[in-house]
């Protein structure tokens, strides 16, 4: 046994994928939900960890959606997410836990940054607006780590930066989803409805980098076992992208539904790319094992069964 392990977002999508995954059983895993545990209350953040000590914190909990729920919601973005980091992090260093993993994300990245993207890139430029209140407070966050560090060189806390994810129980709500399960949700309504035309957001050449939150939650927990051996932060990405088109022919033919996809220009894009550098994971030593096929087809099953249950 690792020894335990407090892992918040545990009913997320990242964190019921890390809970399901083989090496969850070397930790004795605490996982409160909002309701047992709000992250944006210090005073109950501090009192827990001290009651249950963890050896380990991964922090995977957060204010989390695609560019429409982004952009309808900056305050809560930014303000939750801050609170939920400024929280955990300091609550665990204060408290004695000398391990924590920061869970960040590729929309850190500066808007005009050249891809790939490169660890040291972050802060070298002006944020996507569309996502600009929960990139600045995953910096934020972030940094918290690193100055840590700075001060305290038994802190292993360390920063991975997921590229966009997908996967077993994620958000299909068309309002708050990512790419991904809107796609899945949207050929799949098509195809029950005998819907001949499918609209796609933008011009689709918009390029995104999705990996199987299961292969991320390998990631994750090969990480936890091997702190001391990683970066203060490292990008987790496939190292290739797909136009979102693509992402839609693909998903077409998983679902299998034959149409045609219409461009709507008026809807939000985002970035133009954002695909991550795979230089420091590389050394580390790992790389995603799911194809996108399967992926999407592991999650369409998924997807199958919740609307069916
Ligand atoms: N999804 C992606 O494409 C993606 C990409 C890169 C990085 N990430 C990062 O990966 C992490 C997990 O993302 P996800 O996709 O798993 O998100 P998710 O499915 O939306 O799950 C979010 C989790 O955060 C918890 N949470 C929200 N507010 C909370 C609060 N005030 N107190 C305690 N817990 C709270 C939720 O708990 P309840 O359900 O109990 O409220 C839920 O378990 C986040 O840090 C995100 O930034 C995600
Ligand atoms: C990882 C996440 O990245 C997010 O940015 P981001 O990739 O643009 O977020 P997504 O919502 O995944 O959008 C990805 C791309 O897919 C296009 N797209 C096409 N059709 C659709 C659709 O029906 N629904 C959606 N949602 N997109 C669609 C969208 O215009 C954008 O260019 C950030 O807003 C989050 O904060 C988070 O960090």
């Not at 560019?67 to 930014?78: D, E, G, K, R, T």
């Amino acid at each position: 046994m690792q020894g335990k392990l407090l892992l918040t977002g545990g009913s997320g999508m990242v964190g019921r994928n890390i809970r399901a995954h083989d090496r969850a059983a070397n930790w004795e895993i605490l996982a409160p939900s909002s309701r047992t545990l709000d992250l944006t209350d210090a005073g109950a953040v501090r009192d827990y960890i001290a009651e249950t000590k963890p050896d380990l914190v991964i922090h995977a909990a957060g204010r989390v959606g695609g560019i429409q729920a982004n952009m309808a919601n900056p305050v809560s973005f930014l303000e939750e997410n801050t609170a939920m980091g400024r929280n955990i992090v300091m609550a665990a260093w204060r408290g004695g836990v000398r391990r924590l993993i920061n869970l960040a994300s590729t929309c850190m990245y500066p808007r005009e940054a050249q891809n790939p993207l490169r660890e040291e890139m972050i802060l070298s430029g002006p944020l996507e607006p569309t996502n600009e209140g929960y990139a600045l407070a995953k910096i934020m966050t972030m940094r918290l780590c690193e100055y840590i560090r700075r001060e305290d060189p038994l802190a292993q806390y360390k920063t991975l930066i997921p590229c966009n994810l997908y996967g077993l129980h994620d958000t299909f709500d068309p309002k708050a989803s990512h790419l991904l399960p809107a796609v899945i949700h949207k050929l799949h309504v098509a195809r029950e409805t005998g819907q001949a035309e499918v609209e796609i957001w933008g011009d689709g050449t918009a390029r995104r980098e999705f990996m199987f939150a299961g292969d991320l939650a390998d990631a994750v927990l090969r990480a936890a076992e091997d702190l001391e051996a990683l970066p203060d932060a490292m990008n987790v990405g496939l190292g290739h992208d797909h136009s979102i088109n693509d992402y839609y022919r693909v998903a077409a033919e998983v679902i299998g539904w034959q149409g045609r996809f219409t461009h709507d220009l008026s809807k939000p894009v985002g970035m133009k790319q954002k695909l991550c550098a795979t230089d420091r994971q590389e050394a580390w030593g790992w790389q995603a094992q799911t194809s996108l096929e399967e992926g999407l087809a592991q999650t369409y099953q998924h997807y199958l069964e919740r609307t069916s249950s």
